[in-house]
């Protein structure tokens, strides 16, 4: 076990796990590690017939994350930098769906001057929502509730 992985070794212990999983499916996919920033490795598989592994809403995609960092973590005995796994091309999907969405609601809750309340999220939908909002003038979110059922409040700012 390693001390300190630097991000580029975290991302290739990532790659080795994420080409395991896959090929324990059955699947073919090319994968690709980035460095989103000094402390973020996005690992990405892209290929055919792949859905299996991001399943309903993102679920199997968001174990699959969580399996990857845990097996990352277990490399080292240090803190792990932020680690991120795309099937796909799902988060970008996502990221532009909900976008889509927020904006659909901000223009209700602008037009009817009464603050809307949205269905529970994880975490990261929860963040496109914020900042989505966040760009956009005469509304803000509030997160309200707890894990799982924690969901966000967009209201409209006088």
Same mark, same amino acid.
């Given at each position: 076990?390693?001390?300190?992985?630097?991000?580029?070794? !975290?991302? &290739?212990?990532?790659?080795?796990? /994420? @080409? %395991?999983?896959?090929d324990?499916? +059955? *699947?073919?996919?090319?994968?690709?590690?980035? !460095?989103? &920033?000094?402390?973020?490795?996005? /690992? @990405? %598989?892209?290929?055919?017939?792949? +859905? *299996?592994?991001?399943?309903p809403?993102?679920?199997?995609?968001?174990?699959?994350?969580?399996?990857?960092?845990?097996?990352?973590?277990?490399?080292?005995?240090?803190?792990?930098?932020?680690i991120?796994?795309?099937?796909?091309?799902?988060?970008?999907?996502?990221?532009?769906?909900?976008r889509r969405?927020?904006?659909?609601?901000?223009?209700?809750?602008?037009?009817?001057?009464?603050?809307?309340s949205?269905?529970?999220?994880?975490?990261?939908?929860?963040?496109?929502?914020?900042?989505?909002?966040?760009?956009?003038?005469?509304?803000?979110?509030?997160?309200?509730?707890?894990?799982?059922?924690?969901?966000?409040?967009?209201?409209?700012?006088?």
């Amino acid at each position: 076990m390693e001390e300190t992985l630097t991000l580029e070794q !975290q991302g &290739d212990a990532a790659r080795e796990f /994420v @080409a %395991a999983v896959i090929d324990r499916f +059955g *699947l073919s996919a090319e994968i690709e590690i980035r !460095q989103l &920033d000094e402390d973020t490795v996005e /690992v @990405a %598989a892209s290929g055919d017939d792949l +859905g *299996l592994l991001v399943g309903p809403r993102g679920a199997t995609l968001a174990a699959l994350q969580d399996l990857t960092r845990t097996f990352v973590q277990r490399q080292s005995v240090n803190r792990t930098d932020r680690i991120l796994v795309d099937v796909a091309g799902y988060r970008e999907k996502r990221t532009a769906a909900l976008r889509r969405f927020t904006q659909g609601i901000v223009d209700e809750v602008k037009e009817s001057g009464e603050e809307r309340s949205l269905e529970p999220m994880s975490p990261a939908d929860r963040k496109v929502v914020h900042d989505a909002v966040n760009e956009i003038d005469g509304v803000r979110t509030r997160s309200e509730g707890e894990e799982p059922s924690r969901y966000i409040v967009i209201e409209p700012v006088d």
